[in-house]
């Protein structure tokens, strides 16, 4: 049996194209979203050669194949078609919003993850060279491995635009046209002069002196790009539905960038920041109550705020307290968070089965130690719903635990295993438990979560 006759025997195996609701893969698997699981052959899918395994997990059905599953999917959705999404709501009813959020930023973010992978164990490496002062941070070998490593996460957004793209199904190029407005150089200078309070800097453009264009840097953003491309898959449609067929190649994409970019830019991009904003004044308040408590919701929020892009907030108070007090305890509590993030991912590597797979999720857990969570929060947890959890309790749990006992920095460092030379004094001792707090927590947590999982 060869590849193709493999595929088409699969998709008979899970109820036949009427009952695939979307479909897309990450770097080792098949990724299904089925509108009525029960019609899953599981055991004939393990026997199809190519096949390395099959499980229901999450609310997705995953088909392993290594190494070509990109090939498999090119397939795969040459054989369903070019279909219209609409069928996706078929299945929405029975998953929870935290379930259609999670599984959206994962169908986003998988092909992405060896980009992401790659630049943040660059980067990841780079900080504990620099931590343990091996190369200087002035140097120009450290600018140039920097640029190296920080252009993903600086344009994620062109990225991201171009994963959501192929997921809502709308035109790969005006998302990235979308996000390329978001990401010009205006919009990034003059959010750049607002923030250092630069002589004749401007909180907003105006376009016609009616409609105003809010300066923000969308540098590294997440969940603004998202919402933007979505919006404009039906504002596309809503165009062309209009649109004589004659003026369709021309004025189509016309309006459709024009309106989908003064969305994202007027409405879509000012909320998602907004939101972020107001995470940062809620942490700051919850200091006012108590240090703890603070501790042990900074610790729950933090895992969520990265995965949403949100984290980027916290930054301002942690400089701010810096510069008004001299030391800050917020940033050890996103030490906790990372470390809690790579303990569940080495539980994954751990409990993994398939090859390749156990290479990404080490690599991704190996980065996250060094600070960079992104590919173990994009590429691995957001596939395992119950390690994010676990993730989240042992962030929690760790941060209270330092925050009690008033753990603090007195200068800015990445939030790495290698910066723990920068705690050496009478917090030490609390800062090196409390990331053994956090490691150890959420590795246990995952094994017994996912392991039973698996095993049920």
């Given amino acids: 049996m060869g590849t193709q006759d493999a595929i088409a025997r699969i998709i008979q195996l899970v109820g036949g194209q009427e009952n695939i609701n979307k479909v897309w893969h990450c770097m080792t698997r098949l990724r299904f979203d089925l509108i009525d699981d029960s019609k899953i052959k599981q055991g004939e899918i393990k026997l199809l050669p190519g096949v390395l395994g099959a499980q229901l997990q999450s609310d997705q059905f995953q088909i392993i194949i290594g190494p070509k599953v990109e090939n498999w999917y090119q397939q795969l959705t040459g054989m369903l078609g070019q279909r219209d999404d609409a069928g996706a709501d078929k299945g929405h009813g029975r998953k929870s919003l935290v379930s259609l959020f999670m599984d959206t930023v994962s169908g986003v973010f998988g092909p992405i993850v060896p980009a992401i992978a790659g630049a943040g164990m660059i980067k990841g490496l780079l900080a504990g060279l620099m931590a ?14 920097d640029l190296i490593a920080s252009g993903v996460f600086y344009f994620l957004p062109f990225f991201l635009a171009v994963s959501a793209a192929k997921i809502f199904k709308t035109n790969e190029y005006l998302a990235a046209a979308v996000a390329a407005c978001l990401m010009y150089p205006t919009l990034i200078d003059a959010a750049k002069a607002l923030a250092t ?76 920041i907004w939101l972020g904003k107001a995470l940062a004044f809620f942490i700051e308040g919850l200091f006012g109550v108590s240090a703890s408590f603070a501790g042990l919701v900074v610790g729950a929020i933090r895992p969520v705020a990265i995965l949403t892009g949100m984290h980027h907030a916290m930054t301002p108070i942690a400089l701010q307290n810096f510069s008004d007090r001299g030391y800050d305890m917020l940033m050890p509590m996103m030490f906790m968070a990372n470390m809690a993030i790579a303990g569940a991912t080495f539980a994954i590597w751990r409990l993994s089965k398939d090859r390749q797979e156990k290479t990404v999720t080490l690599s991704a857990a190996v980065s996250a130690l060094l600070g960079i969570t992104e590919p173990a929060l994009f590429g691995v947890l957001t596939r395992y719903k119950k390690a994010f959890i676990a993730a989240t309790v042992a962030s929690s749990l760790a941060s209270a635990f330092i925050a009690f006992f008033g753990v603090r920095l007195y200068g800015y460092i990445l939030s790495s295993i290698f910066s723990l030379p920068a705690y050496i004094g009478p917090y030490f001792v609390f800062a090196l438990s409390g990331v053994a707090i956090a490691l150890v927590l959420s590795f246990v947590l995952t094994t017994i979560l996912v392991g039973r999982e698996q095993q049920g």
């Avoid at 343990?132 to 491995?145: D, F, R």
């Avoid at 649109?243 to 994409?253: G, S």
């Fill in 197 to 272: 309070h630069q002589e004749g800097a401007v909180s907003a453009l105006w376009l016609m002196n009616a409609i105003p264009v809010s300066v923000f840097n969308y540098a590294s953003s997440v969940i603004p790009v998202i919402f933007s491309v979505l919006a404009l898959k039906y504002i596309h449609k809503a165009v062309d539905s209009i649109m004589p067929d004659i003026l369709k190649t021309v004025f189509t994409p016309t309006l459709t960038l024009f309106i989908g970019a003064l969305a994202a830019l007027v409405i879509i991009g000012p909320i998602g």
């Fill in 132 to 145: 343990l002062k091996v190369v200087s941070p002035k140097s120009e070998t450290v600018m140039i491995i």
